[in-house]
């Protein structure tokens, strides 16, 4: 993908696996929020979705989070933004996975 002035955009997905006992509800909303906070405030992060898995089975990962940056130069200042960062030591005990993807 391109950004208007034509340069690469980076697609960023998340998957979150949760620990038994988790309330899913509750970490779905935590991730929304903080996506969605993160938009207002990177102006390189754009188009923040969160969405919950619909099917319940042990392979699937519960969470999805998918994000377009203006860059991959743009991954690193997301990944350690103080409101990311703050979501993932408050989660870190709720998951029993995270994976993520990139693709230009």
Not at 43 to 63: E, F, G, K, M, T
Request: with cysteine.
């Amino acid at each position: 993908m391109k950004t208007p002035e034509g340069d690469e955009t980076v697609k960023h997905y998340v998957l979150l696996k949760l620990a038994a006992g988790v309330d899913r509800q509750a970490a779905f909303k935590r991730v929304k929020e903080t996506y969605g906070a993160l938009e207002k405030e990177l102006p390189y992060l754009h188009h923040a979705q969160v969405y919950l898995n619909c099917v319940d089975r042990d392979s699937n990962a519960d969470i999805m989070a998918v994000i377009d940056l203006d860059g991959p130069e743009f991954l690193q200042p997301y990944l350690t933004h103080p409101l990311h960062m703050r979501m993932a030591q408050d989660m870190k005990d709720s998951l029993c996975g995270r994976t993520s993807f990139d693709h230009e």
